[in-house]
């Protein structure tokens, strides 16, 4: 075998992972885990349901309304072995639609349902931006408006509010019913000038200002045209009621006041270059902004959405509020302004035993705290001396050890140490539960 690989190619097999996916080591599926729990305990006490679709959808789906850019550029698609045009969800409000549809006449409404999907898109990987992210998915379909906006907005600043982010967030909102009254009836733009003029104005940030200029040029706008786009770029709230006077920024601008009454004066903002990439939107439409500029991507985004279902039916319309929050910008987030939370240590027990005659002793010690506290206890493989038992348990980040030795042992007892405080209490193996001192050690150890 002398100097022949043992790898079947003239190469060892690359340990990364596939470009811009994720492998998740234990501490970040923790993570996840906690976002997810979080969520959903906040989304349960707003009457949200939890729902879940496939990986896979008809590339049709998408075809139909997600947006040109996702699909021609990310979608991850593929023909099945039957022919059929498959593609990977890149976001998860296709089949929300398609699954209401389904059910469209036996569903309660309004329907408050929420979901936490894997989505793959093929980008470009950088900050804020991988092929594979999770995202919180919240939406309300069937509502009144514009309750429904206002309940979607508020769910978000309490999610924002439960990991303590609240004061570092903007919401920028504004309404594509709005942007079509100013481009179409005030600017004399045609729906498919307005909708190329959106996009661009919406891909804004991410070009240079000459580049943004050469493509407005592009659309052959007339001077007077380009000039009022551009005033209107840089529009506030209050210029906006005044010079356009209408019932979509009116609704908006109420929108904004009971959010901004509810959480504080400026959490939601008016802005007139909010568009959203999706092609799907009709109404009010929002983004989350970190304030720092360390984050200058969006943390979520979504908005009303009027058509989709009709995607399925033909007769029959159910207009839908929500939005898509995904775990990669959120966990940046947390990171730049320190509000990554505790996560814990991973184990709560190790026990250990000086002799393997102690061994089925510790097993019994260890099963009652599993199945009475459920404290999670690992149990040593084999007999270990103490200083190698309490470098087992802080390499397993075990918040206590339970100790079997010879001395303990004769009296039929153990010693149970808390490593965070060095509080240790000896504790009879028989009837141990049922120890004062055990109850006091119990409460101290689940604090810590
Ligand atoms: P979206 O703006 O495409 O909306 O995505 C929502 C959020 O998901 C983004 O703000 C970002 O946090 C995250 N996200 C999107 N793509 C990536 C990526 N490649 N890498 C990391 N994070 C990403 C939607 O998907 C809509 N379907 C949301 C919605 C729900 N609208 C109404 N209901």
């Known amino acids: 075998m002398s100097g022949e690989s043992l790898f079947l190619g003239p190469m060892p097999l690359s340990m990364k992972p596939y470009k811009g996916t994720r492998d998740f080591y234990p501490r970040d599926k923790k993570f996840l885990r906690f976002l997810a729990e979080k969520f959903s305990n906040i989304l349960n006490l707003y009457g949200y349901l939890e729902y879940d679709g496939p990986m896979l959808e008809s590339f049709d789906l998408y075809a139909a309304k997600t947006g040109q850019e996702i699909v021609e550029t990310q979608l991850y698609h593929f023909e099945d072995r039957g022919g059929r045009k498959v593609a990977i969800r890149p976001e998860m409000t296709p089949t929300l639609a398609r699954m209401v549809s389904a059910k469209i006449d ?19 990987p950088q900050r804020g931006r991988l092929r594979e992210h999770w995202q919180l998915n919240v939406d309300l379909l069937g509502g009144v408006n514009p309750q429904s906006e206002i309940e979607i907005l508020s769910v978000a600043a309490e999610l924002l509010k439960s990991l303590k982010a609240l004061p570092f967030v903007e919401l920028r909102v504004n309404s594509r019913a709005f942007v079509n009254f100013v481009f179409e009836k005030q600017l004399s733009l045609d729906a498919k000038q307005a909708l190329v003029l959106e996009k661009l104005i919406d891909a804004k940030a991410k070009m240079s200002e000459v580049e943004y200029l050469g493509k407005l040029a592009d659309l052959k706008l007339t001077d007077t045209v380009v000039e009022k786009v ?28 009971q959010i901004n009454s509810q ?22 439409v929002f983004e989350a902004f970190d304030k720092s500029p360390d984050n200058p991507r969006a943390m979520f985004g979504g908005g009303r959405y009027d058509n989709l279902v009709g995607l399925f039916h033909e007769k029959k319309q159910l207009s839908g509020v929500g939005f898509g929050m995904g775990d990669v910008v959120l966990s940046q987030f947390l990171e730049t302004h320190g509000l990554m939370p505790d996560l814990g240590q991973d184990l709560d027990v190790y026990v250990a035993y000086q002799s393997d005659d102690f061994q089925s002793s510790a097993q019994k010690i260890s099963i009652q705290l599993r199945e009475k506290h459920f404290l999670s206890v690992v149990v040593s493989q084999e007999a270990q001396k103490i200083k190698s038992a309490f470098k087992s348990a802080n390499r397993l980040d075990s918040t206590s050890v339970i100790l079997l030795s010879e001395d303990e042992f004769s009296r039929n007892c153990f010693v149970w140490k808390n490593l965070s405080s060095g509080e240790q209490i000896e504790l009879p193996i028989e009837g141990f539960l049922a120890q004062s001192s055990f109850k006091s050690a119990l409460e101290k150890l689940k604090k810590s």
């Open 230 to 257: 551009e005033l209107y770029s840089r529009m506030g709230l209050e210029e906006a009621l005044k010079v356009f006077a209408c019932p979509e920024i009116e609704a908006l601008s109420s929108v904004i006041q």
């Open 106 to 124: 036996e569903l309660p409404k309004p329907i408050r349902w929420f979901s936490f999907p894997n989505l793959w898109r093929y980008e470009r």
């Open 263 to 284: 959480y504080g004066a400026n959490l939601a903002v008016f802005d007139p270059t909010i568009m959203r990439g999706l092609d799907y939107y009709t109404g009010m």
